[in-house]
């Protein structure tokens, strides 16, 4: 009988040893290639938003969008409106927000409205509903202070921007990767991009809750206000959370948030 020819197990071994450095090798490419392209969905999101944010200042004399209507923003029957939507007790309602009418997104998870790289289940829902919202924030503090809700008491005044008339628009954040470390083992999300500094009593003060959040392997995805996306790393700026890499672009305001704080 003729004799078969078969693997020893000395070839056998160094098969598998090759095959495990091969996959060595090949494993991190992919999870990059994986990592990249959630970037890339990311920045597409945040374009999309930026189309709305235009849309609504064409229809709107070119007003900013506001970022929300709420009992401290203006007098009126009925739940908050943010630029969302709305977030009460019986439930999340997409169709009242502000870029509904130009971005016909549902609200829910792995939608425009979320960042791939912070999918539902990786954060701590923000609102009475604790159903999906934005892990994108809108940058309302320079915008349109007297809707912006937490800080119109301080920031009120100043005034609502025309979006026609924005000096260096390239450089001017409007959506960005948003969250915030309330001290828990996630993050919050935050649909606000509040800056490095804040506005308080007349005086400009360090915020200790920035809420650019750094979740692209330590960069931040952000829609400019002449509607081109790109990606930022802190560059310096306060880094408010470190273990879930929360902060700032920049240590001071300009040029990306509020550009004319100094004039305040």
């Known amino acids: 009988m003729p004799r078969r020819?078969?693997?020893?197990?000395?070839?056998?071994?160094?098969?598998?040893g090759i095959i495990a450095v091969l996959l060595g090798i090949l494993l991190p490419g992919l999870a990059g290639a994986r990592a990249q392209s959630r970037c890339v969905?990311?920045?597409?999101?945040?374009r999309q938003l930026g189309q709305a944010?235009?849309?609504?200042?064409g229809e709107y004399r070119g007003l900013a969008m506001p970022l929300a209507y709420t009992a401290a923003t203006i007098v009126g029957d009925g739940p908050p409106v943010y630029w969302w939507g709305t977030n009460n007790a019986g439930g999340v309602d997409h169709t009242r927000g502000f870029t509904w009418p130009y971005l016909r997104s549902e609200l829910r998870a792995n939608s425009v409205y979320e960042c791939p790289d912070q999918p539902w289940g990786s954060y701590i829902p923000q609102g009475a509903a604790r159903a999906v919202t934005s892990t994108y924030g809108y940058n309302g503090y320079f915008l349109c202070p007297p809707h912006t809700p937490g800080w119109c008491y301080y920031i009120g005044r100043q005034p609502w921007q025309n979006v026609d008339t924005l000096a260096q628009p390239q450089r001017l954040f409007v959506f960005a990767d948003t969250a915030i470390d309330l001290g828990q083992n996630r993050p919050q999300n935050d649909a606000l991009l509040d800056p490095p500094d804040l506005y308080v009593n007349?005086?400009?003060?360090?915020?200790?809750?920035?809420?650019?959040?750094?979740?692209?392997?330590?960069?931040a995805?952000?829609?400019?206000a002449d509607?081109?996306?790109?990606?930022?790393?802190?560059?310096?700026g306060r880094i408010a959370s470190r273990r879930f890499g929360i902060g700032s672009v920049g240590e001071t305001n300009d040029p990306h948030y509020v550009p004319n704080w100094r004039k305040w």
């Open 221 to 224: 995805a952000v829609v400019l």
């Open 53 to 57: 944010f235009h849309m609504y200042a």
């Open 202 to 219: 007349g005086q400009w003060t360090p915020n200790s809750s920035p809420t650019t959040c750094f979740r692209h392997a330590g960069r």
């Open 41 to 46: 969905k990311c920045a597409n999101n945040l």
């Open 227 to 236: 509607g081109h996306a790109q990606t930022f790393d802190p560059h310096g």
């Open 5 to 16: 020819r078969c693997f020893s197990l000395v070839e056998l071994l160094v098969c598998i």
